[in-house]
Nanobody
Framework: QVRLVESGGGLMQPGGSLRLSCAAS????????MGWYRQAPGKQRELVAN???????NYADSVKGRFTISRDNAKNTVYLQMNSLKPEDTAVYFC???????????????WGQGTQVTVSS
């Protein structure tokens, strides 16, 4: 079994910063990519940022220059540093990992349970 556990969400004023963490654990052979998605009330889940095993990153236009994704391969952990937060960043943030487990079969995608980020004065 594979488990993704997020932490670091909360309430922050506009212009502030938060750092999200997501640790993957369980029967993991290799993690190809990890990322963050978010879902605001009444909206579809959207990609925020992702990073592959080589360190290549991809960001949504709405967060470029404000958010930074990073990864610690030794710890199977991905981080999202969020600066200059805006009210429109308010959402539930989900961690995502595309990985190969030790069990038979090809790589699969796993999700965390989500962490709430609220940006409000």
């Amino acid at each position: 079994q594979v488990r993704l556990v997020e932490s670091g969400g909360g309430l922050m004023q506009p212009g502030g910063s938060l750092r999200l963490s997501c640790a993957a654990s369980g029967s993991i052979f290799t993690i190809h990519a990890m990322g963050w998605y978010r879902q605001a009330p009444g909206k579809q889940r959207e990609l925020v940022a992702n990073i592959n095993s080589g360190g290549n990153t991809n960001y949504a236009d709405s967060v470029k220059g404000r958010f930074t994704i990073s990864r610690d391969n030794a710890k199977n952990t991905v981080y999202l540093q969020m600066n200059s937060l805006k009210p429109e960043d308010t959402a539930v943030y989900f961690c995502n990992a595309f990985l190969q487990g030790y069990s038979s079969g090809g790589p699969a995608t796993y999700w965390g349970q989500g962490t709430q980020v609220t940006v409000s004065s």
